[in-house]
């Protein structure tokens, strides 16, 4: 972080700053793939990724504009191409359950998690849909109900909405 040197900005891994972006230097604000927020227990890791910086860059241009937003943290995701397969992966690798599905085309997709919910994730050669099983996670909506389709090619979130069923009334 040389470039930074003599400017007051505080700096460790990235530039550091508060949950709404702002450096240690009132009204200076940084986002995207030098900001470095911080967690409970000091600096979090720089997490250089997509998601990240757009989430940190909106949360920054709020507050820039006026509206107080405060940035959650950064999201462990990270989608790449290895030798022309599309791998994702986010949150923690092991769960108290993990389930595997083998997708059509040869992908594969796992899921972990723990008490009912998502805790982490990795797929492998279908990336798709990647940002649905990250926001389950995130807002950790219990999906136990649903492990026997949560892998299928077809699931859909919507199932997630729908309330239960009410029972039907028997004239007599």
Do not use: C, H
Request: aromatic content about 6%; hydrophobic content about 45%; glycine content about 14%.
């Amino acid at each position: 972080m040389k470039w930074l040197a003599g400017s007051g900005v505080a700096t460790a891994a990235g530039v550091l700053v508060s949950d709404r972006m702002e450096t240690n230097v009132p009204g200076v604000f940084a986002a995207g793939d030098v900001a470095q927020s911080q967690g409970k227990s000091g600096p979090e890791p720089v997490l250089a990724n997509w998601p990240n910086a757009t989430n940190g860059g909106r949360i920054a241009g709020l507050n820039l504009a006026g509206i107080r937003a405060r940035f959650r943290g950064p999201d462990s995701v990270n989608v790449v191409r290895v030798f022309d397969v599309a791998v994702a992966s986010f949150g923690e690798r092991e769960g108290d359950r993990t389930l595997v599905a083998e997708m059509p085309g040869g992908a594969v997709r796992t899921l972990a998690l723990r008490d009912g919910r998502i805790v982490g994730g990795q797929f492998y050669g279908d990336v798709d849909g990647t940002g649905v099983y990250l926001e389950l996670m995130k807002k950790g909506t219990p999906v136990e109900a649903l492990e026997g389709s949560l892998l299928s090619p077809r699931f859909s979130p919507a199932a997630l909405l729908l309330p239960p069923p009410v029972p039907r009334r028997v004239a007599v």
